[in-house]
T-cell receptor, first 113, second 109 residues
């Protein structure tokens, strides 16, 4: 099993550009989520999904969209990138409820100029 | 609102015992988790407490007191490889996991 994979590993955007961060898992996990990590801020929940076709907002959803058309994939879209979105983005998944062990992907380091 | 408080940094020497505390104020509470993150790496799960008391997993133990809104992670027989950041996280409903700002542990020889 590859576990949780994220692409790209690094990305530089200009303000106003849009892009999609990819996340996939091959463990048949129902629960998936996106976090951003900024220095001194810990991990903040952006969006999450409890299964295909179901998504909901986390703590900091503004400026981001998600969809969950399959169990395996949970892409995160930045609609119009802003410097405040410079961060490291982590995708995570778990088999069932959020209390199950969360498996994190390796992260995407995004810089918005 | 939700808030989790942890010390920003803790230092210790190899072989010692260290305790990392976490206090929380949340609108709901289902359980407390702990995650470890090495520099440049992804967080990895350490433990989860839903009920009061101590959970032990090898050199690591985690404690929860729901009445005090408090928990801690206890690391014994510290090794250099334990140098990392440690995050507490609170499950505030069936679907949301909220993280603290993390405690950086430095282990010295």
């Amino acid at each position: 099993n590859a576990g949780v994979t994220q692409t790209p590993k690094f990305q530089v955007l200009k303000t106003g550009q849009s892009m999609t961060l990819q996340c996939a898992q091959d463990m048949n996990h129902e629960y998936m989520s996106w976090y951003r990590q900024d220095p001194g801020m810990g991990l903040r929940l952006i969006h999450y999904s409890v299964g295909a076709g179901i998504t909901d907002q986390g703590e900091v959803p503004n400026g981001y969209n998600v969809s969950r058309s399959t169990t395996e994939d949970f892409p995160l879209r930045l609609l119009s990138a802003a410097p405040s979105q410079t961060s490291v983005y982590f995708c995570a998944s778990s088999y069932g409820e959020v209390t199950d062990t969360q498996y994190f992907g390796p992260g995407t380091r995004l810089t918005v100029l | 609102g939700q808030s989790l408080e942890q010390p920003s940094e803790v230092t210790a020497v190899e072989g010692a015992i260290v305790q990392i505390n976490c206090t929380y104020q949340t609108s709901g509470f289902y359980g407390l988790s702990w995650y470890q993150q090495h520099d440049g790496g992804a967080p990895t799960f350490l433990s989860y407490n839903a009920l009061d008391g101590l959970e032990e997993t090898g050199r690591f133990s985690s404690f929860l007191s729901r009445s005090d809104s408090y928990g801690y992670l206890l690391l014994q027989e510290l090794q250099m490889k334990d140098s990392a950041s440690y995050f507490c996280a609170v499950r505030i409903n069936t679907d949301k996991l909220i993280f603290g700002t993390g405690t950086r542990l430095q282990v010295f020889p």
